[in-house]
């Protein structure tokens, strides 16, 4: 168990609705990475949150937004989906002293229907 | 954006072979990661290189940091089919955008 909590694990949806993906970081951990993993796919860098400031943005869509919040948990929301945004999504943590290792969540896996 | 490129992309070898796998990039990295992903699973850190030459060793698996610390390896001493899953190397981007990056990732399936 890494620590770092993902909710829900499962969702699925249709094509056009908006979606909200939760994560809670491990307890003390200031940053928050968000990352899509599709199918046989290598993981993509989307957004990154570090004490409720964002520090960093990947080739995130301008349909999916996140943000942090005061006690550190974070929520990546997806909306306008497309069939292409079926994927696995994953949370990730780090803290303060070793900010190079992240703590995965064990995902979201996002299908459109 | 810094890249970091890994190879093989897949690697089907029978128990109690050896292998390695590297990570590659033309920009240098303050440190790498390399982690294991097992399916539907998020993710796991294996080990962090620092220094330029390293070398850490955990188990049957051996860690490398080039010199000039732009890429790595990671060799397998008589890979076992636990051994079987996604390899991926990860490192944090030093050009000042605090993009945590991965490798393309070398898919390892051990044979019993």
């Known amino acids: 168990d890494s620590g770092v909590t993902q909710t829900p694990k499962h969702l699925i949806t249709a094509t056009g609705q908006r979606v909200t993906l939760r994560c809670s970081p491990r307890?003390?951990?200031?940053?928050v990475y968000w990352y899509q993993q599709s199918l046989d796919q290598g993981l993509q860098f989307l957004i990154q949150?570090?004490?409720?400031?964002?520090?960093a943005k990947g080739n995130i869509l301008e349909r999916f937004s996140a943000q942090q919040f005061p006690d550190l948990h974070s929520e990546l929301n997806l909306s306008s989906l497309e069939l292409g945004d079926s994927a696995l999504y994953f949370c990730?943590?780090?803290?303060?002293?070793?900010?190079?290792?992240?703590?995965f969540g064990q995902g979201t896996r996002l299908t459109v229907v | 954006t810094q890249l970091l490129e890994q190879s093989p992309q897949f690697l089907s070898i029978q128990e109690g072979e050896n292998l390695t796998v590297y990570c590659n990039s033309s920009?240098?990295?303050?440190?790498l990661q390399w982690y294991r992903q097992e399916p539907g699973e998020g993710p796991v850190l294996l080990v962090t290189?620092?220094?330029?030459?390293e070398v850490k060793k955990l188990k049957r698996l051996t860690f490398q940091f080039g010199d000039a610390r732009k890429d790595s390896s990671l060799h397998i001493t008589a890979a076992q089919p636990g051994d079987t899953g996604l390899y991926l190397c990860?490192?944090?981007?030093?050009?000042?955008?605090?993009?945590?990056?991965f490798g393309t990732g070398t898919r390892l399936k051990v044979l019993a």
């Open positions: 990730a943590s780090s803290g303060p002293h070793r900010a190079d290792e992240a703590f």
């Open positions: 307890s003390g951990d200031l940053s």
């Open positions: 949150y570090y004490n409720g400031e964002e520090r």
């Open positions: 920009s240098v990295f303050s440190s």
């Open positions: 290189v620092v220094t330029g030459g």
């Open positions: 990860a490192g944090a981007e030093t050009s000042g955008t605090y993009k945590y990056i």
